[in-house]
C-alpha cells in the first residue's frame, strides 16, 4: 500500500507548489482569476471561516451540495477523508466509521449528527432523504467538549435552507434506472414583516437496482415527506421553529447466504467480492415501514454582551420490519422486528457576542430516549405467507443523558490562540425484557454479577476536556495542536450489556491558502489511544445478538485535503486519509476501518453565452481493504473504487443534469456475519453489499 499511495499523497501534495512555481511570473491579469468559495462555518457553534478553525473540517457549500447531488448521509461521506458509510440489513441500522471508530446495532453512533443545532438521538434519524440543505460540516476528531456524549469520532453538522424574505422555491423531478422516479421541492418567503416560512416537500417511488434470484425487486423504495422551518427575525429575539414528518416503505432483508453447509468449514477463504450469482434466493420479499416525526424549537435573545439560547426537540421513530430468516427459497422462517424511538432534548446556552480577546459559551445539556426493541421469529407455512411466531423477545429500554459544557477561546496575542473546553455527561440507561409484545409478563435478567434482576440498570459518566493551540504564521497560513478526550457510553442490546468506551486523542495540523485564494492546503496528523472499543455481532441461539469489547486498541493517521483553482472554469479537489488501527494485544487491524481512502475531483464550470451555464464533475473515490465481524474471525473486504459523473445545464431558471452514479458497476460488501446453525437449520455467511451502476437525469426550475 505505501508503495502505491504514498506517491499519490506526494504527487497532491506538491502539485500547487509546482504550480506556484511555474506562474511565479504570470501577469497581472492572470492573477485575477476567481479565488476559492470561503466558506462560513458554525463548527464551534459560532460563526468562522473554515480556515480558521483549529479542527480538521470538510465543509460542503450549497453550490457543492447542488454539483455533487448529495442528497442523503452517504453522497457527502463518500468525499470526506477516513470516513465509511455502511448500510446493513435495513436502513435504520447504518453504521458510519471515522478515523478508526465506527457503530454498533442499539449503540450510540460514533459521530454526533446536528440539524439547526438539534442533536439527534438515535443512528436511525440519520439515513433519510436531506431535504433543502445550505451547508454541512463534517468534523473529524472528538468532538464531546461541546457535543456530547457520543461524539468520539467527530460531529456531523447540517444546516438546512433557511426561509427567504422575499418568495422563491424551486421543483424537481427525476428518473433513473430501477424506475426510480422522485420529485422535490420548497417554496419560501414572508408572511409579515418579521415572520417567514419555508416548506419543503418530496416523494419518490423506485423498483431498486438488487434483484433477487427470481427476479424480484428487493431494493425497492416509496417515500413521501414535508418539512418547514418557520422564523422569527425582531431585533433581539428570534424563533425558529422547526417540523418535520416522513414514511418510508422500502425493501429490507437484502442479504444473500454465502459459504452455506459444509463450504462453512472453509469460510475464511470465502471471497465476499465475488458478485457473479444470480442473486440472493428468496422465498419472502422483505418490507421495511418507517416514520419519522421530529419538531423543534430555537429561541436567541441577544443581550449587550451575549446571547441566549434555548433548544428543545423532540422525535419519535417508528419502525417494523418483516423478512425471510433463512436467506433461501425455502418457506421456513421469516423475521419480525420493531424497532422504535422517541426522544426528547432540551439545552441552554449563554454565548459571548462580541470579538474581544476571550471569547466564550457555557450550558448545560438533558436528554431522554425511549426504546421498544422488539424480535418475533414466525414460520412461513407456505411460500410469502406469514404464520404464527415462535419465538417473542420483547426489550423496552430508556435512556437518560444530562450534561454541563463550556469553552474558552482566548487570544493570548495576535498570532496564538488557547481553547479550553470541556463536557461533563452523566448517562442513566436501563433495559426491562418482557415475554410477549402486550408487556404483561417480566422476563428476569442476569446482571453483571450474575444475579437476576426485573430491570438492568447501569450508569457511565466522563468528563470530556479539550485543549487546543493554534498559532497564525501569516494572515494565510496557520498550524495547530489538540489534546481530546472521547467518551462514548455503554448500552444494553438484546439484554447484553456494552460497556463504556473512551478515547484519549493527540492532533496537530494546518491549513493555507495560497496563490490569491487559488489553492488550499489542510492536513492533520492523529493518534488514538482507544479503550473497550465496542463490538456486537450475530449469534446462533437467543438473543441472536452479543456485544463485546475490545480492552486496548491503537490508532495512527493522517488526513491531507486540497482544493485548486486550476482556471477561472476548472477546480480540482484531492483528499486522502490513512489510518492504521491495531488491536494492542493482537496487532490485528480494527474492524470496519479501511487503511486508506482517495478522494479525486475535477468541477468544471463555464459560461456557454445567452444565460446558458455548463456545470460538469467527476468524483473518484477509493477505499482500502477492511475486515468485518469479530477479530477471531474476521471476514475480508476487498479494496474499492467508485466513479460518479454528472453534467448539468443551466438556463436562466431551468437546469437540466444527466448523472451517473457508481459508473463502472463496482459492487462492495457493506456488512457480513457468521450464522453457524441459527434456529438448526442455517449456516453460512450472509453479506449485505452495495447496488451497481445508476444512470438518471433531472430537471428543476427556480423561482
Known amino acids: 500500500m505505501k508503495t502505491i499511495y504514498y506517491p499519490i499523497l506526494f504527487s497532491i501534495s506538491m502539485m500547487p507548489i509546482g504550480m506556484l512555481w511555474a506562474n511565479a511570473e504570470e501577469t497581472e491579469e492572470n492573477i485575477d482569476i476567481q479565488g476559492i468559495e ?11 471561516s473554515l480556515q480558521e478553525i483549529p479542527d480538521a473540517v470538510t465543509a460542503f457549500s450549497e453550490s457543492d451540495i447542488e454539483s455533487a447531488r448529495i442528497e442523503q448521509v452517504n453522497d457527502f461521506i463518500n468525499l470526506t477523508p477516513n470516513v465509511i458509510f455502511r448500510k446493513t440489513f435495513r436502513a435504520g441500522a447504518s453504521f458510519i466509521t471515522m478515523r478508526g471508530i465506527t457503530g454498533t446495532q442499539q449503540g450510540l453512533p460514533p459521530v454526533t449528527y446536528v440539524v439547526d443545532g438539534v442533536q439527534v438521538g438515535s443512528a436511525d434519524f440519520i439515513n433519510q432523504d436531506m431535504g433543502e440543505i445550505e451547508r454541512i460540516e463534517v468534523l473529524r476528531g472528538p468532538q464531546g467538549a461541546l457535543y456530547g456524549a ?3 469520532a467527530g460531529a456531523i453538522n447540517v444546516i438546512t435552507k433557511a426561509p427567504t424574505e422575499e418568495l422563491s422555491g424551486k421543483i424537481k423531478a427525476q428518473y433513473a434506472e430501477g424506475n426510480d422516479k422522485s420529485v422535490s421541492g420548497y417554496i419560501s418567503g414572508g408572511v409579515s414583516e418579521n415572520i417567514f416560512g419555508l416548506v419543503s416537500v418530496g416523494a419518490r417511488k423506485s423498483d431498486g437496482l438488487i434483484d433477487s434470484s427470481t427476479g424480484e425487486d428487493l431494493d425497492f423504495n416509496d417515500t413521501k415527506r414535508i418539512k418547514t422551518r418557520w422564523q422569527y427575525l425582531g431585533d433581539e429575539f428570534s424563533a425558529d421553529l422547526r417540523l418535520g414528518y416522513a414514511s418510508y416503505e422500502q425493501g429490507a432483508v437484502m442479504q444473500d447466504l454465502l459459504a ?16 457473479s450469482g444470480s442473486g440472493p434466493e428468496r422465498s419472502f420479499i422483505g418490507k421495511e415501514n418507517q416514520i419519522f416525526k421530529d419538531a423543534s424549537i430555537k429561541l436567541d435573545y441577544d443581550f449587550d454582551n451575549m446571547t441566549f439560547t434555548w433548544i428543545s426537540s423532540y422525535q419519535d421513530a417508528e419502525q417494523d420490519l418483516i423478512g425471510d430468516l433463512d436467506w433461501s427459497s425455502a418457506n421456513i422462517f421469516l423475521q419480525d422486528l420493531v424497532d422504535n424511538f422517541d426522544v426528547t432534548s432540551h439545552e441552554v446556552k449563554l454565548t459571548s457576542n462580541n470579538d474581544s480577546d476571550l471569547r466564550w459559551l457555557a450550558g448545560a445539556y438533558y436528554q431522554k430516549r425511549n426504546g421498544l426493541n422488539q424480535l418475533r421469529i414466525r414460520l412461513e407455512p407456505t411460500l410469502g405467507v406469514i404464520g404464527d411466531s415462535i419465538f417473542d423477545q420483547v426489550d423496552v429500554k430508556e435512556d437518560t443523558i444530562k450534561a454541563v459544557f463550556a469553552q474558552l477561546n482566548y487570544d493570548i496575542t495576535d498570532k496564538l490562540e488557547l481553547t479550553l473546553a ?3 455527561d452523566q448517562v442513566d440507561y436501563q433495559s426491562t425484557r418482557f415475554k410477549t409484545p402486550e408487556q404483561q409478563e417480566i422476563v428476569p435478567l442476569p446482571d453483571a454479577n450474575g444475579q437476576l434482576q426485573d430491570t438492568l440498570t447501569e450508569s457511565d459518566s466522563s468528563f470530556q476536556p479539550k485543549v487546543s493551540l493554534s498559532y497564525d504564521i501569516n494572515s494565510d497560513s496557520m498550524i495547530y495542536a489538540t489534546y481530546a478526550k472521547g467518551f462514548r457510553p455503554g448500552f444494553y442490546n438484546s439484554g447484553n450489556l456494552t460497556k463504556a468506551e473512551t478515547t484519549q486523542n493527540f492532533e496537530v495540523g494546518g491549513k493555507s491558502t495560497w496563490w490569491n485564494n487559488r489553492v488550499q492546503i489542510n492536513g492533520a496528523i492523529f493518534y488514538i489511544d482507544y479503550s473497550e472499543q465496542q463490538l456486537s455481532f450475530i449469534i446462533a441461539t437467543p438473543p441472536f445478538r452479543q456485544t463485546s469489547n475490545i480492552d486496548q486498541t491503537e490508532i495512527r493517521g493522517l488526513e491531507l485535503e486540497t482544493v485548486v483553482m486550476l ?5 480540482f479537489n484531492a483528499a486522502w486519509g490513512y489510518t492504521d488501527s491495531k488491536v494492542k494485544d493482537t496487532g490485528q487491524k480494527a474492524p470496519a476501518t479501511p487503511k486508506y481512502t482517495l478522494n479525486l475531483g475535477l468541477n468544471y464550470e463555464k459560461e456557454l453565452g445567452r444565460d446558458w451555464l455548463l456545470n460538469t464533475r467527476l468524483d473518484y473515490r477509493a477505499q482500502g481493504d477492511f475486515f468485518l465481524g469479530t477479530t477471531q474471525q474476521p471476514l475480508e473486504v476487498g479494496a474499492k473504487q467508485f466513479v460518479n459523473l454528472s453534467a448539468a445545464l443551466e438556463w436562466q431558471d431551468w437546469r437540466f443534469t444527466l448523472y451517473g452514479e457508481n459508473i463502472t458497476d463496482e459492487y462492495s460488501t457493506t456488512n457480513a456475519s457468521y450464522v453457524n446453525g441459527l434456529l438448526g437449520t442455517v449456516t453460512g455467511i450472509i453479506r449485505a453489499y452495495t447496488p ?6 433531472s430537471v428543476e426550475y427556480k423561482f
Not at 260 to 275: I, M, N, P, S
Not at 692 to 697: K, N, S, Y
Open 567 to 571: 482556471s477561472e472554469d476548472l477546480r
Open 150 to 152: 457520543g461524539a468520539m
Open 260 to 275: 452455506r453447509g459444509e463450504e462453512f468449514v472453509d469460510a475464511q477463504k470465502t471471497d465476499l467480492d465475488d458478485f
Open 38 to 48: 470561503v466558506i462560513q462555518v458554525t463548527a464551534r457553534k459560532r460563526t468562522e
Open 692 to 697: 451497481g451502476r445508476q444512470i438518471g437525469a
Open 422 to 424: 470541556g463536557r461533563y
